[in-house]
């Protein structure tokens, strides 16, 4: 369900299955548990081991909390390969899971959830499809593209209802619910939630998993709770949280603790419309540390948004400034908003009215106005309050302060011309700018593209090429090969061979060469004119412009990937080395290597392959 967030409690979950590990993997986690403090495990290259372990061993330890992060990444991928590998279909699609849950960035959760997808097409398994399908609508949900995690979503019911699992779908149907209410339209997402609650209410007395049934039953009476708020269904709020508290007195204390407090939640939200502030009050604060301990922020805010208004409401608007600000401060660090938290910045903009204070009010308009724009984007749909209350009277409002500060004086509306002229001018002129800069980079990107050796074996004789570079004479038979000819020789070895792409410092080269550091400096400077440093960023680089100009699948890496795919520290000193040579930043590249007919050839060919 999306309305709440729970905290992650997978170790102790995991420790419930019947996962047969054996005593020495046991005993190892054990210890590792204890010299860690509960928190992380060994790094991962001290216990290598994990490449001798079962599927179900691994998938144990990955589960846990003992791993750090970059280990379990590490674990995961191992687990995923090997899965691949002995072919088991459950363990590949455990694995793919769990890399979209991992990943951070958009692109990459997107990635790993698109393979899943294709993988489980291949199985003619339709509950797997379905389950691949939820997942690329989580990954739009958590990244707030509603309406495509809807369209995801809804194509994960249609496949799970031939299922014949209607748990699993019943799970799928509350995202949609979820879904639908942040799209604002709440009668769908009650539609939906209704059916839900039907379901698991049929289910409460199934033994075989009654627990579990009870929490989706009282999970979706809250989700009905907060859509029927939204509706003003007073009535229908009131028994659903008499149904609700009746329903967590079945659970044990830890998630009664929990469910108690978004009960309170919506309770204390409920008697705030009632305009009974001081009861509001007790129970929005005895709901907030369990919401925060949940690690549930947005939930925690409409806490913060409905002590504000309480406060506002009781003629204290000094006591509801704080709990305001707090939803600013969230949405500035997160740019999460919804319609609800949004009000925060009506209140500001009232407040700052009140001080006469110009600049503030001015300030938390546009941030209000970013906002809508924002929401705009995700739904179409918005809800009265923010077409009603932003879009008319703010800006009415805004609108009349402008009409009397520029009443105040005509010469500053000339002044307002003026400007509006330079302006014009200004973004000519950058326009002009821009063009001959595009055409300089694309002039640029010609002359690299054309250099680009057609094989990688040609990458080298760019320096051979140069006027300093040394001629390698063959010596007359039985002589011995001179200390610059052997080192040319060695030197072209390394370059065949791309030594040049793992991290060696020329100390190590010295060694490798079996010669010393001196030596091979004064080689590098007086034969090849060039020192240590600079050879190895130009072979590099060159390297780089030919596979970024023959190999498609290499775009598909960050900064980061490629930097460390062409020998380098990190994307700084790549794309800094990349730019001092080829005169062009690497993106600037990548885009414009992009939209060559060519490459596009390439890439097509790549992907039907």
């Given at each position: 369900m999306f309305y709440k967030t729970q905290k992650n409690t997978t170790?102790?979950?995991?420790?419930?299955k019947p996962y047969k590990m054996g005593v020495k993997k046991l005993l190892f986690l054990f210890v590792v548990t204890l010299s860690g403090g509960l928190s992380y495990a060994l790094p991962a290259q001290n216990h290598a081991d994990y490449k001798n372990w079962s599927l179900q061993d691994l998938l144990f330890s990955i589960n846990s909390d003992l791993l750090s992060p970059a280990d379990k990444e590490i674990y995961l991928e191992y687990y995923l390969q090997k899965a691949k590998k002995e072919?088991?279909?459950e363990a590949i699609i455990v694995g793919y899971r769990k890399k979209v849950f991992l990943e951070k960035a958009y692109d990459q959760q997107m990635l790993y959830a698109d393979s899943l997808l294709n993988y489980t097409l291949t199985l003619n398994d339709i509950k797997a499809v379905g389950t691949a399908y939820n997942v690329k609508s989580y990954v739009e949900y958590i990244n707030k593209n509603y309406k495509t995690a809807l369209e995801h979503g809804l194509k994960a019911e249609d496949y799970l209802k031939g299922a014949q699992d209607e748990y699993t779908l019943n799970k799928v149907k509350s995202s949609i619910s979820s879904i639908y209410y942040h799209l604002d339209d709440y009668e769908k997402s009650e539609k939906v939630t209704r059916e839900i609650i039907d379901y698991y209410q049929s289910k409460l007395h199934d033994t075989s998993n009654a627990y579990n049934n009870l929490r989706g039953y009282i999970t979706n009476?809250?989700?009905?709770s907060k859509t029927n708020f939204r509706q003003q269904k007073t009535d229908t709020i009131q028994l659903l949280l008499g149904e609700g508290y009746a329903a967590i007195d079945k659970l044990n204390s830890r998630d009664k603790a929990l469910e108690t407090a978004y009960f309170d939640l919506i309770n204390g939200m409920y008697n705030h419309r009632m305009k009974n502030y001081s009861a509001s009050d007790s129970l929005l604060t005895i709901s907030l540390t369990p919401i925060q301990t949940?690690?549930?922020?947005?939930?925690?805010?409409?806490?913060?948004?409905?002590?504000g208004k309480n406060a506002w409401e009781s003629s204290q608007p000094e006591k509801a400034l704080p709990y305001f600000e707090k939803i600013e401060k969230l949405y500035l660090e997160t740019t999460f908003a919804n319609t609800e938290l949004s009000e925060a910045f009506d209140y500001?903009?009232?407040?700052?009215?009140?001080?006469?204070?110009?600049?503030?009010e001015l300030y938390y308009t546009k941030l209000l106005m970013g906002l809508s724009s924002e929401l705009h984007k995700k739904n179409s749909k918005l809800s009265t309050y923010m077409h009603v209350h932003l879009d008319t009277k703010k800006l009415e409002a805004s609108q009349k302060k402008l009409e009397y500060e520029l009443s105040k004086s005509h010469s500053k509306i000339k002044g307002l011309y003026g400007l509006v002229t330079v302006l014009i001018f200004i973004v000519f002129i950058g326009l002009l700018y821009y063009q001959k800069k595009q055409q300089k980079l694309q002039q640029q990107y010609r002359q690299i593209i054309e250099r680009a050796p057609l094989t990688t074996n040609q990458l080298t004789e760019r320096l051979k090429q140069s006027p300093a570079a040394l001629p390698i004479e063959t010596p007359e038979w039985g002589q011995p090969l001179h200390t610059t000819q052997v080192l040319a020789k060695k030197l072209e070895d390394f370059e065949n061979k791309k030594g040049f792409l793992q991290k060696i410092t020329q100390d190590e080269l010295a060694r490798q060469f079996g010669t010393n550091r001196n030596t091979l400096s004064k080689f590098f400077n007086e034969e090849k004119q060039i020192n240590f440093s600079d050879y190895l960023k130009q072979l590099r680089i060159q390297h780089a412009v030919h596979e970024l100009t023959y190999n498609p699948k290499l775009h598909l890496l960050n900064l980061t990937g490629l930097a460390e795919a062409f020998g380098f520290g990190n994307s700084k000193s790549f794309s800094t080395a990349f730019k001092e040579i080829t005169k062009l930043s690497?993106?600037?590249?990548?885009?414009?290597?992009?939209?060559?007919e060519d490459f596009k050839e390439m890439d097509n060919n790549t992907t039907i392959s």
């Amino acid at each position: 369900m999306f309305y709440k967030t729970q905290k992650n409690t997978t170790f102790k979950k995991t420790l419930l299955k019947p996962y047969k590990m054996g005593v020495k993997k046991l005993l190892f986690l054990f210890v590792v548990t204890l010299s860690g403090g509960l928190s992380y495990a060994l790094p991962a290259q001290n216990h290598a081991d994990y490449k001798n372990w079962s599927l179900q061993d691994l998938l144990f330890s990955i589960n846990s909390d003992l791993l750090s992060p970059a280990d379990k990444e590490i674990y995961l991928e191992y687990y995923l390969q090997k899965a691949k590998k002995e072919q088991v279909s459950e363990a590949i699609i455990v694995g793919y899971r769990k890399k979209v849950f991992l990943e951070k960035a958009y692109d990459q959760q997107m990635l790993y959830a698109d393979s899943l997808l294709n993988y489980t097409l291949t199985l003619n398994d339709i509950k797997a499809v379905g389950t691949a399908y939820n997942v690329k609508s989580y990954v739009e949900y958590i990244n707030k593209n509603y309406k495509t995690a809807l369209e995801h979503g809804l194509k994960a019911e249609d496949y799970l209802k031939g299922a014949q699992d209607e748990y699993t779908l019943n799970k799928v149907k509350s995202s949609i619910s979820s879904i639908y209410y942040h799209l604002d339209d709440y009668e769908k997402s009650e539609k939906v939630t209704r059916e839900i609650i039907d379901y698991y209410q049929s289910k409460l007395h199934d033994t075989s998993n009654a627990y579990n049934n009870l929490r989706g039953y009282i999970t979706n009476v809250f989700a009905l709770s907060k859509t029927n708020f939204r509706q003003q269904k007073t009535d229908t709020i009131q028994l659903l949280l008499g149904e609700g508290y009746a329903a967590i007195d079945k659970l044990n204390s830890r998630d009664k603790a929990l469910e108690t407090a978004y009960f309170d939640l919506i309770n204390g939200m409920y008697n705030h419309r009632m305009k009974n502030y001081s009861a509001s009050d007790s129970l929005l604060t005895i709901s907030l540390t369990p919401i925060q301990t949940n690690g549930d922020f947005a939930n925690e805010h409409l806490v913060y948004l409905y002590l504000g208004k309480n406060a506002w409401e009781s003629s204290q608007p000094e006591k509801a400034l704080p709990y305001f600000e707090k939803i600013e401060k969230l949405y500035l660090e997160t740019t999460f908003a919804n319609t609800e938290l949004s009000e925060a910045f009506d209140y500001l903009i009232t407040y700052y009215q009140s001080k006469k204070n110009l600049e503030k009010e001015l300030y938390y308009t546009k941030l209000l106005m970013g906002l809508s724009s924002e929401l705009h984007k995700k739904n179409s749909k918005l809800s009265t309050y923010m077409h009603v209350h932003l879009d008319t009277k703010k800006l009415e409002a805004s609108q009349k302060k402008l009409e009397y500060e520029l009443s105040k004086s005509h010469s500053k509306i000339k002044g307002l011309y003026g400007l509006v002229t330079v302006l014009i001018f200004i973004v000519f002129i950058g326009l002009l700018y821009y063009q001959k800069k595009q055409q300089k980079l694309q002039q640029q990107y010609r002359q690299i593209i054309e250099r680009a050796p057609l094989t990688t074996n040609q990458l080298t004789e760019r320096l051979k090429q140069s006027p300093a570079a040394l001629p390698i004479e063959t010596p007359e038979w039985g002589q011995p090969l001179h200390t610059t000819q052997v080192l040319a020789k060695k030197l072209e070895d390394f370059e065949n061979k791309k030594g040049f792409l793992q991290k060696i410092t020329q100390d190590e080269l010295a060694r490798q060469f079996g010669t010393n550091r001196n030596t091979l400096s004064k080689f590098f400077n007086e034969e090849k004119q060039i020192n240590f440093s600079d050879y190895l960023k130009q072979l590099r680089i060159q390297h780089a412009v030919h596979e970024l100009t023959y190999n498609p699948k290499l775009h598909l890496l960050n900064l980061t990937g490629l930097a460390e795919a062409f020998g380098f520290g990190n994307s700084k000193s790549f794309s800094t080395a990349f730019k001092e040579i080829t005169k062009l930043s690497v993106t600037d590249f990548i885009k414009m290597r992009q939209q060559d007919e060519d490459f596009k050839e390439m890439d097509n060919n790549t992907t039907i392959s």
